[in-house]
């Protein structure tokens, strides 16, 4: 059963000018401290956090129907499994909503100019 879906696209140099204009101020405040070290890491930062933005917008749009008091950016962090799979982990009052049955799986795709994530939450069902 499907519980809350999210999707989300930006332009990738939304992310590079904010992070060019406001630093790590911007970058404090949306990122975990594993994320920005992730990013940071690699050839084409803007991308990835990019890719992090709208993963976390998609992710709480999915969310908004089952924890529809918000959320902050840090309570959801975003990192790549070995094999590039995209997995989330949630923290502080985020991490309640999904416990027992429920799953939360986010997909990204970019390009040069733009990145989109499409989020899911959904119950697994019992088997009988």
Known sequence: MVLGIGIDIIEISRIK???EKFGDAFLN???TDTEIKYCKDKPNQYQHYAARFAGKEAIAKALSSIAPNGFNWKDIEIYNK???QPEVKLFGELSKFLIEDKVLKLTMSHSDN???CFAIIYRKFEER
Request: charged letters at 10%.
């Open 17 to 19: 000018s904010s992070i």
């Open 114 to 116: 733009y990145v989109s």
């Open 29 to 31: 405040k949306v990122f």
């Open 82 to 84: 070995t094999n590039g």
